[in-house]
């Protein structure tokens, strides 16, 4: 397990602020528009994988270094934008922060989850317009897109469509060694870790499958098993008999989290 030191960004001439928890492994310090990264350091054998959870409220992005069948945590924030009034602003602000964001983790393939169909047109509107800009500065800087339902991301990540934020956020800590103390204020930031994740996931599980070795497992580690056909316990339900405690409470502070689109 590794700790990754929590930082609040605050942008005063953007007017946004930036809530941010990058790890302490093999990384070297950087900048990323007003934030300061640790820019990721790998071989030609790693890859990297973003993934981004739309929002014109709250904008959550995670990081992720494949290497293998072996995934770890670079990083991973939340662009709170509450105090943008203006909905065109908020939108510009998304687009050069994704912008930023590539520039320093020079990700290999986006991850974003895709639009759920709700009750509420303006929310469907909103977190539509985030995502079409956050795939046009994908695109903008040559990255290829990978869009997931939140039901595949869910299903993918606890063996739940529908799983809550919480559910997930908690599965994630496990595969990824992440420590409470690195958990943000808002789950937002998990979500577009899971998006990832999921990415990593269903793109080694294709990989798997064509070569013929059978059916792809991964455990949680972090990293795929070896043994073909042997699957580790991923389950909800495993989780909560072995956790009741923080079932329905955020994994850190063991309290209701905070979703705002």
């Known amino acids: 397990m590794y700790l990754c030191r929590l930082m609040k960004e605050i942008s005063e001439d953007k007017g946004h602020t930036e809530y941010i928890a990058p790890s302490g492994r093999g990384e070297h310090s950087g900048t990323s528009g007003s934030s300061t990264f640790n820019v990721v350091k790998r071989s030609k054998a790693e890859r990297i994988i973003m993934g981004i959870d739309p929002g014109t409220n709250l904008l959550g992005y995670g990081v992720l270094k494949v290497c293998g069948k072996k995934a770890e945590m670079v990083a991973m924030g939340v662009i709170d934008l509450r105090k943008v009034k203006d909905v065109y602003l908020k939108l510009g602000r998304i687009y050069e922060r994704i912008n930023s964001l590539i520039a320093s983790f020079l990700p290999d393939e986006l991850s974003i989850e895709s639009q759920f169909?709700?009750?509420?047109?303006?929310?469907?509107?909103?977190?539509?317009?985030?995502?079409?800009?956050?795939?046009?500065?994908?695109?903008?800087?040559?990255?290829?897109?990978?869009?997931?339902?939140?039901?595949?991301?869910?299903?993918?990540?606890?063996?739940?469509?529908?799983?809550?934020?919480?559910?997930?956020?908690?599965?994630?800590?496990?595969?990824?060694?992440?420590?409470?103390?690195?958990?943000?204020?808002y789950l937002d930031a998990t979500d577009a870790l899971a998006a990832a994740y999921c990415h990593f996931i269903e793109s080694y599980c294709k990989v798997y499958e064509a070569s013929g070795t059978g059916r792809s497992t991964f455990t949680v580690s972090g990293s795929l098993s070896d043994t073909p056909g042997i699957r580790h316990s991923t389950k909800w339900s495993d989780f909560v008999k072995n956790n009741p405690e923080r079932v329905g409470l955020h994994p850190a502070t063991n309290k209701k989290a905070k979703c705002t689109i």
Do not use: F, W
Not at 124 to 150: F, S, T
């Open 117 to 185: 169909y709700g009750n509420n047109p303006q929310s469907m509107l909103k977190l539509g317009r985030a995502q079409g800009v956050a795939i046009a500065a994908a695109i903008n800087k040559d990255v290829p897109i990978h869009e997931y339902a939140p039901l595949k991301i869910k299903m993918a990540i606890t063996g739940n469509g529908r799983a809550s934020k919480e559910q997930v956020a908690a599965m994630l800590q496990r595969y990824l060694c992440i420590s409470n103390d690195t958990l943000l204020p």
